[in-house]
């Protein structure tokens, strides 16, 4: 893995560029709009290993190369019998790694964010989106559950909003995405990049070691009775006072109070 983005040559049906504290995982399949397949899965838990190994990185941004950030399983992959039951376990557990990583993961968004796509982008802590970007779980479609996206879309957009989408398989639009609070941005293809390095400097300026609790928090909201929720947040906010962050903060306003 190179430091310097622009020498990495992007190699593997995912790839993962690092620069500083950012790293960029890249859904690379662009000539099928970054359909999934085994080798996307396992190229996917070995750019996670690398994640998950570099405490210097503190930010995540998952996209996709070509036009589409992703349209979602291999059609192909899959009437050829190459995806079985074992795919659909091996591409969730991803998914609930990439969604329980300490580091922010922001999802960069244009063309086709469609099942397991939409998938991948719900498991990230943010959504920013180019306004061709359409979103959609058309699994039953072909016969098929949307995956865990069964689990985490009512958690997004609401119970009533998430049957619809899951039983009608309807695509909807970026705006319309950004409305339901599917989507956190939605700016003009060319504003993509810089949005995202724009937010993610901003979440950067924060203590990584708070981030990281509440972000934990946050995410066991909804399965988690309040005394249970309450006692890890106790526990949680324990280590975070005594964290080089939080010391560091504090003198950083004593100063200024000076």
Same mark, same amino acid.
């Given at each position: ?27 690379? %399949? ?10 996307? *899965? ?7 290993? =690398?994640?998950?190994?570099? *405490? ?7 996209? $996709? ?6 349209? $979602? ?7 050829? &019998? ?14 609930? %790694? ?12 244009? &063309? ?6 939409? =998938? ?26 949307? &995956?865990? &996206? ?13 049957? %619809? ?45 708070? =981030? ?8 066991? *909201? ?14 949680? =906010?324990? %280590? ?19």
């Amino acid at each position: 893995m190179e430091d310097n983005a622009a020498a990495a040559a992007p190699s593997g049906a995912v790839y993962l560029n690092k620069r500083g504290h950012i790293a960029e995982l890249v859904m690379n %399949r662009p000539e099928i709009l970054n359909a999934e397949n085994w080798q996307m *899965a396992h190229d996917f838990h070995a750019a996670l290993d =690398q994640i998950e190994k570099s *405490a210097e990185i503190r930010a995540v941004i998952v996209t $996709g190369a070509g036009r589409s950030f992703s349209s $979602g399983i291999d059609l192909k992959a899959l009437s050829t &019998g190459e995806i079985q039951i074992d795919w659909f376990r091996s591409f969730d557990l991803a998914m609930r %790694r990439l969604e329980q990583l300490d580091a922010l993961t922001v999802a960069k968004m244009r &063309g086709y964010a469609l099942g397991g796509g939409l =998938q991948i982008a719900m498991a990230c802590d943010l959504r920013v989106a180019a306004a061709d970007t359409k979103v959609g779980l058309p699994a039953v479609m072909e016969a098929l559950i949307p &995956g865990m &996206g069964t689990f985490r879309l009512p958690r997004f957009i609401g119970l009533g909003r998430a049957r %619809r989408m899951v039983l009608t398989g309807e695509l909807i639009g970026a705006e319309e995405a950004l409305r339901i609070g599917l989507l956190d941005w939605v700016v003009a293809e060319e504003k993509l990049g810089e949005t995202v390095e724009s937010v993610i400097a901003s979440v950067l300026k924060g203590s990584p070691s708070a =981030q990281a609790f509440s972000k934990k928090l946050v995410s066991a *909201a909804f399965e988690s009775d309040f005394d249970s929720a309450f006692e890890k947040y106790l526990d949680y =906010q324990q %280590r975070a006072i005594t964290t080089e962050d939080h010391r560091r903060a504090m003198a950083e306003y004593r100063n200024r109070k000076k």
